[in-house]
């Protein structure tokens, strides 16, 4: 069984600070790596999508990931209160049937 | 949400009762897939299809069947519903040739009584 690991938090950060989230994944053939933004009752949004080990950034966000670990990180800078969300980390499963397996999600809190 | 919709947006049933899910994409993509979203679970594949009469299981397809005549249309059947299958369904789709990115639908949340 594939599996994508989140902490679950609460992430409780003020605004204006960095925040960091974090993936664990168990397939190392695992090649595409995609952060989605949930707000509640709504419908997940793709934010980012990184396939290259390192850092990849967009506006505020940036996206990091580390084959070797199997870790792939999501940081949101000057971090603001709509940034309030849970955000799933997804994995491609590596087969011939093009599925994202999803971790639970992060819930970041954003305090003015 | 990127030309997708999904029908109905709420419903209430009983248990026992079929219920069908519809799901319509206007962006001609091959790729569609039906999740469930529940507190803890995250989101977990139900089936997908990979292009009209395609279709596949997931990883918690008992008790649904899906069917794909169309390429914009995907319908998700819960052939008799149960209480365990109360949630949140969202439909998904996927462009060949974009690697495995995907958008979603608004979903549709399903109360089984």
């Known amino acids: 069984q594939k599996e994508v690991e989140q902490n679950s938090g609460p992430l409780s950060v003020p605004e204006g600070a960095i925040a960091s989230l974090n993936c664990t994944y168990s397939?190392?053939?695992?090649?595409?790596f995609f952060w989605y933004r949930q707000y509640s009752g709504k419908s997940p949004e793709l934010i980012m999508f990184?396939?290259?080990?390192g850092d990849k950034e967009d506006g505020r966000f940036t996206a990091q990931l580390n084959k070797a670990s199997q870790y792939v990180s999501l940081l949101i800078r000057d971090s603001q209160p709509s940034d309030s969300a849970t955000y799933l980390c997804?994995?491609?499963?590596?087969?011939?049937?093009?599925?994202?397996?999803f971790g639970s999600g992060t819930r970041l809190q954003v305090q003015p | 949400d990127a030309g997708i919709t999904q029908s109905p947006r709420h419903k209430v049933t009983e248990t026992g009762t079929p219920v069908t899910l519809r799901c319509h994409q206007t962006?001609?993509?091959?790729?569609m897939y039906w999740y469930r979203q529940d507190p803890g679970h995250g989101l977990r594949l139900i089936h997908y299809?990979?292009?009209?009469?395609?279709?596949d299981k997931g990883e918690v397809s008992d008790g649904y069947s899906v069917s794909r005549s169309k390429t914009e249309d995907f319908l998700l059947t819960l052939e008799s519903a149960t209480s365990s299958q109360t949630s949140v369904y969202f439909c998904?789709?996927?462009?060949?040739?974009?690697?495995?990115?995907?958008?979603f639908g608004p979903g549709t949340r399903l109360l089984v009584l």
């Open positions: 997804a994995v491609n499963e590596n087969t011939g049937r093009r599925a994202l397996t």
């Open positions: 962006e001609n993509h091959r790729y």
């Open positions: 990184i396939y290259s080990n």
């Open positions: 299809s990979y292009g009209v009469k395609d279709t």
């Open positions: 397939d190392r053939g695992s090649q595409s």
């Open positions: 998904a789709i996927s462009e060949q040739g974009y690697q495995e990115t995907q958008y």
